[in-house]
């Protein structure tokens, strides 16, 4: 029986933590020894339901988890000040993992650590979401609200971001390391990054939509007869730019008067949510613009169901997996048109199967257009997202993974 390690930072919620669970389900259903390898994490039951993987039937049997941080130190590993620590404690683990269970295949995720590659023999994967050394070799940051920017918060990581570019990630031609490392970008943006970072070609391997199976047995309503609902997806944190696109409703329910809004996402950043909840009282959105925090899959999929347009407003994002989610079920996605933007690049294609803005005029403007669309027209859109987002499926995910692990 193979010997697989997948070794993760954390493992929680998010869509990079989704597609390690799911690399190690598949390969457990294929009879796999694989060893779930995270510095921290939720207990296996819980990750099952909330990325909708089985990982609990093979637990114990040919699935074995540990986590190498303690809850406290975990706790601690969260604040700044302790951020250097982390990236410590994980090219640690990674040397210890491979000391230790001598894997047959290793899968890694977004960089290359900095360890004595030349005396690994295992085979080595890099399911890469986007290289964190690609960030700070380019300066590239998750933008903020305008009006909700901290300077000081800024210049902290600024500061933090260039004592630890070289310490801890590789940056450089990768054949260097003197290993073959089989490298894999989750889009077309990730893999140009990686040339850049990296010198190397990658091929492309798209994550999926994990519909559960009640979905699929639901025919989307046709968008025409949705009521005026606009959702947006992630996490309450400032990178996501809610605050702007409750700015967009304000001006859309000048005509618009029975528009909704509805943002669903983990809360992460009590101070931006309680910025969000000042800014709808002062908008006087109160009856329009609804913020829901942490709830189950099932009723994120409840949600997505109902509505008309799905808006997302970062302008950096290499995939942006929600968009493709919200494509499935038949709503319109409205995303931010350019060229850090993979949900334009490899979602949208481009405007083929959605919209783009590039400013809060602009997408006050495409949420007008599709509201104001001719039922033929909608409705062609809203097949060509359907079919657009049956590209991304797990089934294609799982095939071209095993591809790729048993090639």
Same mark, same amino acid.
């Given at each position: 029986?193979?010997?697989?390690?997948? @070794?993760?930072?954390?493992?929680?919620?998010?869509?990079?933590?989704?597609?390690?669970?799911?690399?190690? #389900?598949?390969?457990?259903? &294929? !009879?796999? *020894?694989?060893?779930?390898?995270?510095?921290? !994490?939720?207990?296996?039951?819980?990750?099952?339901?909330?990325?909708?993987?089985?990982?609990?039937?093979?637990?114990?049997?040919?699935?074995? @988890?540990?986590? +190498?941080?303690? &809850?406290?130190?975990?706790?601690?590993?969260?604040?700044? &000040?302790?951020?250097?620590?982390?990236?410590?404690?994980?090219?640690?683990?990674?040397?210890?993992? /491979?000391?230790?269970?001598?894997?047959?295949?290793?899968?890694?995720?977004?960089?290359?650590?900095?360890?004595?590659?030349?005396?690994?023999?295992?085979?080595?994967?890099?399911?890469? $979401?986007?290289?964190?050394?690609?960030?700070?070799?380019?300066?590239?940051?998750?933008?903020?609200?305008?009006?909700?920017?901290?300077?000081?918060?800024?210049?902290?990581?600024?500061?933090?971001?260039?004592?630890?570019?070289?310490?801890?990630?590789?940056?450089?031609?990768?054949?260097?390391?003197?290993?073959?490392?089989?490298?894999? %970008?989750?889009?077309?943006?990730?893999?140009?990054?990686?040339?850049?970072?990296?010198?190397?070609?990658?091929?492309?391997?798209?994550?999926?939509?994990?519909?559960? $199976?009640?979905?699929?047995?639901?025919?989307?309503?046709?968008?025409?007869? &949705?009521?005026?609902?606009? @959702?947006?997806?992630?996490?309450?944190?400032?990178?996501?730019?809610?605050?702007?696109?409750?700015?967009?409703?304000?001006?859309?329910?000048?005509?618009?008067?029975?528009?909704?809004?509805?943002?669903?996402?983990?809360?992460?950043?009590?101070?931006?949510?309680?910025?969000?909840?000042?800014?709808?009282?002062?908008?006087?959105?109160?009856? #329009?613009?609804?913020?829901?925090?942490?709830?189950?899959?099932?009723?994120?999929?409840?949600?997505?169901?109902?509505? *008309?347009?799905?808006?997302?407003?970062? $302008? +950096?994002?290499?995939?942006?997996?929600?968009? %493709?989610?919200?494509?499935?079920? !038949? %709503?319109?996605?409205?995303?931010?048109?350019?060229?850090?933007?993979?949900?334009?690049?490899?979602?949208?294609?481009?405007?083929?199967?959605?919209?783009?803005?590039?400013?809060? #005029? =602009?997408?006050?403007?495409?949420?007008?257009?599709?509201?104001?669309?001719?039922?033929?027209?909608?409705?062609?859109?809203?097949?060509?997202?359907? =079919?657009? %987002? *049956?590209?991304?499926?797990?089934? #294609?995910?799982?095939?071209?993974?095993?591809?790729? /692990?048993?090639?």
């Amino acid at each position: 029986m193979q010997n697989i390690i997948i @070794v993760n930072l954390f493992n929680g919620v998010g869509g990079g933590v989704r597609v390690a669970l799911h690399i190690a #389900n598949v390969l457990a259903e &294929r !009879g796999y *020894k694989v060893r779930l390898v995270a510095l921290s !994490g939720l207990p296996i039951g819980v990750l099952d339901k909330i990325h909708g993987t089985n990982l609990t039937k093979y637990l114990g049997k040919n699935l074995y @988890v540990k986590y +190498f941080l303690d &809850r406290q130190q975990s706790k601690r590993s969260l604040k700044f &000040r302790f951020r250097l620590y982390v990236y410590e404690y994980y090219i640690k683990m990674v040397k210890e993992v /491979i000391k230790t269970y001598d894997p047959d295949t290793l899968v890694l995720f977004d960089d290359v650590p900095f360890i004595e590659w030349d005396s690994v023999k295992a085979t080595v994967l890099l399911y890469s $979401h986007f290289p964190y050394a690609a960030r700070l070799l380019y300066n590239i940051y998750d933008e903020m609200d305008v009006d909700h920017t901290k300077p000081f918060s800024i210049l902290k990581e600024r500061v933090f971001r260039s004592s630890i570019l070289h310490k801890y990630f590789f940056v450089g031609n990768i054949k260097d390391l003197k290993k073959d490392i089989e490298v894999v %970008a989750n889009s077309t943006l990730t893999s140009i990054f990686i040339k850049r970072v990296w010198d190397i070609d990658s091929r492309i391997l798209f994550p999926f939509v994990a519909t559960p $199976h009640s979905i699929l047995l639901k025919k989307p309503l046709l968008t025409n007869l &949705r009521p005026h609902i606009i @959702v947006s997806l992630g996490v309450i944190a400032s990178g996501k730019r809610y605050g702007e696109l409750i700015d967009a409703i304000s001006k859309v329910r000048q005509n618009l008067k029975n528009i909704k809004l509805i943002i669903v996402g983990s809360l992460v950043d009590k101070s931006y949510y309680r910025y969000l909840l000042r800014k709808i009282k002062s908008l006087g959105l109160e009856e #329009n613009v609804f913020i829901l925090t942490d709830i189950d899959e099932e009723k994120k999929w409840e949600i997505l169901l109902k509505a *008309k347009i799905y808006v997302h407003m970062k $302008h +950096f994002e290499p995939f942006g997996i929600a968009v %493709a989610e919200a494509m499935y079920v !038949g %709503a319109i996605p409205v995303v931010y048109k350019g060229s850090l933007s993979g949900p334009w690049i490899d979602i949208a294609n481009k405007g083929k199967c959605g919209m783009g803005f590039r400013d809060i #005029n =602009e997408l006050t403007e495409s949420i007008y257009d599709i509201v104001n669309l001719e039922a033929n027209s909608i409705k062609e859109l809203q097949e060509n997202a359907i =079919e657009r %987002a *049956k590209t991304f499926t797990l089934e #294609n995910f799982e095939s071209n993974l095993i591809k790729i /692990i048993e090639s």
